[in-house]
């Protein structure tokens, strides 16, 4: 098939594409930019460089991809943006660059953005993820692998969230959210353990029981994180899954919802 480029877009001599790429009308690539193999641009996309993206992902209209920085202290110092395989950023998707020299936003592969979303500066995003309409992260978050995130949910910087947690519509996210749980409010609030989708992604009924003990003893049995990650580790049937949860609860800095 090979490249296509519309005679409307602008592409610099300086940014670098792979096969079979295809870009759309009204679209501008900058210098710096590195598009893998099979990647498509709908049409009015904006990709800035430094911005490295992996195999065929797809970006629809007004997406704006690596992007310098909202944040205040940037002095136009050399930052990156590195995108994996296989995503797909929808309408008005942003993306921003690192703000330190030489730091880079990480986005992992086969990730789902929809419309509106918002990935702020340094953050690092896992695969399989899902962030619905309007989805909003400021800066430094890290969000682990298949996470599902409902529309309109907010990010305060520096938060963490775990695998495969999902969020609520409307969800306002101020501390770190332990792998594995459901999270909804504002303020938000654990309600549970994400049982529906472990058992769509393989996780054994043994898996499901353990993290759901797991989940009582944080939020059901009024201990401290400390009382609680022992209580965690010492419990019956303990599994990969629950020492998961106890160690990113020992890690948090922010604390945990």
Known sequence: MGTEIHPTAVVDAEAE?????????????????????????????????????????????????????????????????????????????????????????????????????????????????????????????IIGDHVVLGGLTGIHQFCQVGD????????????????????DGNPARVRSHNSIGLRRRGYSEGQVESIKNAFKILYRQKLNATEAIHAIEDMPGATDETALIADFVRGSERGIH
């Open 164 to 183: 495969h947690v999902i969020t609520g519509g409307c969800t306002k996210i101020v501390q770190d959210v332990p792998p594995f749980m459901v999270i």
């Open 17 to 141: 594409l792979g096969e079979n790429v295809k870009i759309g009308p009204y679209c501008v690539i900058y210098a710096g930019v590195q598009l893998g193999d099979g990647c498509t641009l709908q049409n009015h996309v904006t990709i800035h460089g430094s911005t490295e993206i992996g195999r065929d992902n797809t970006f629809f209209a007004y997406a704006s991809i690596g992007q310098q920085t909202q944040d205040l202290k940037y002095e136009a110092e050399p930052t990156y943006l590195r995108v994996g395989d296989g995503n797909t950023f929808r309408e008005f998707t942003t993306v921003n660059r690192a703000t330190s020299p030489g730091d880079a936003t990480i986005l992992g592969s086969h990730g789902n953005f929809l419309a509106y979303s918002h990935i702020g500066h340094d953050c690092r995003i896992g695969d399989h993820v899902i962030f619905s309409n309007s989805c909003q992260l400021a800066g430094h978050v």
